[in-house]
């Protein structure tokens, strides 16, 4: 039972570059969210998504775009990468229902150079 | 949306109890309680959530406040491996059945040996 498995782990990108960060969990979870982790912060929503087809954002989505077409997959895109986008990045799955636990992928670490 | 506070740091010893505090004087009648904890370099982990009533599971045991304006995670026996940030959230809203959980800075717990 793999979770949610996230790559690359690790990520150098210069400034003006575009990605894609991958996620995909094994759980029929409805529910994925993307977040990333400033250095010695908390953990800030970027995108979330309820279904496959259905995405809207959270906190922080200035720079990043997100699709969902299956419910397996729940990609993270970054369009002109930028240092402030230097982070790490955390995809996570829950089930429907009130009061159930989000599982998280391992992270991607990213830096902008 | 309903905040928790929580100590930036607290210390223990190996094999003592722990009890990591939360307030939440803000929460609704409908927000549960979650427990998350980051270990070093990875993502976040469920630990145990609780609506009303006291909390056990093979982890940790969650003790809510009768007012329920605080909460206590009790960790019975820490271990070195419980070394971590430890997050007390409330379930922020709920927009389709998503659970967008808020994540603040947490309590960072050493463990002495």
């Known amino acids: 039972n793999a979770g949610v498995t996230q790559t690359p782990k690790f990520r150098i990108l210069k400034i003006g570059q575009s990605m894609t960060l991958q996620c995909t969990q094994d759980?029929?979870?409805?529910?994925m969210y993307w977040y990333r982790q400033d250095p010695g912060m908390g953990l800030k929503l970027i995108y979330y998504s309820v279904g496959a087809g259905i995405t809207d954002k959270g906190e922080v989505p200035n720079g990043y775009n997100v699709s969902r077409s299956t419910t397996e997959d729940f990609p993270l895109r970054l369009e002109l990468a930028a240092p402030s986008q230097t982070s790490v990045y955390f995809c996570a799955s829950s089930p429907s229902g009130a009061g159930l636990g989000y599982t998280f992928g391992s992270g991607t670490r990213l830096t902008v150079v | 949306d309903a905040k928790t506070t929580q100590p930036n740091s607290m210390e223990s010893n190996e094999e003592e109890p722990v009890h990591l505090p939360c307030n939440h004087s803000t929460i609704s009648g409908t927000d549960y309680i979650h427990w998350y904890r980051q270990l070093p370099s990875q993502g976040p982990e469920y630990v145990i959530h609780g609506l009303t009533s006291n909390v056990n599971n093979r982890m940790a045991s969650l003790a809510i406040a009768e007012d329920r304006k605080s909460s206590t995670l009790i960790l019975h026996r820490a271990t070195l491996r419980d070394a971590a940030v430890y997050y007390c959230i409330l379930r922020d809203s709920i927009i389709q059945g998503a659970q967008k959980l808020v994540f603040g800075q947490g309590t960072r717990l050493t463990i002495n040996p």
């Open positions: 759980m029929n979870h409805n529910y």
